[in-house]
């Protein structure tokens, strides 16, 4: 299973924002459903977007939803995360992966840290 490389994260101010990408050469992205998922400290990793590659709708979870978008740009074979309004709660290690459910993805790939903190 092709593992995906998260970026992007890094450490902000509660209210600011980042963008991740998730990327991989050679791999084609508009075949597959893209998720995106995070696992904070001491808790389960949970899946909080997903793209879909069949009728290109998007989904998000309640902890998300209205702060945070999924977008292709499949000319660059990269999806984005844009998290904005960071909370101290989205703080967690970022992933990206060719699923959309977590017991989907065999093999995850390198994530990415985001801290959100004063």
């Known amino acids: 299973e092709v593992q995906l490389q998260a970026s992007g994260g890094g450490l902000v101010q509660p209210g600011e924002s980042l963008r991740l990408s998730c990327a991989r050469s050679?791999?084609?992205?508009?075949?597959?459903?893209i998720g995106w998922f995070r696992q904070a400290p001491g808790k389960e990793r949970e899946g909080i977007s997903c793209?879909?590659?069949?009728?290109?709708?998007?989904y998000y979870a309640d902890s998300v939803k209205g702060r945070f978008t999924i977008s292709r740009d499949n000319a660059k074979n990269t999806v984005y995360l844009q998290m904005n309004r960071l909370k101290p709660d989205d703080t967690a290690v970022y992933y990206c992966a060719a699923a959309c459910i977590a017991t989907m993805v065999g093999s995850w790939g390198q994530g990415t840290q985001v801290t959100v903190s004063s």
């Open positions: 050679g791999f084609t992205f508009d075949d597959y459903d």
């Open positions: 793209s879909s590659s069949t009728d290109g709708r998007t």
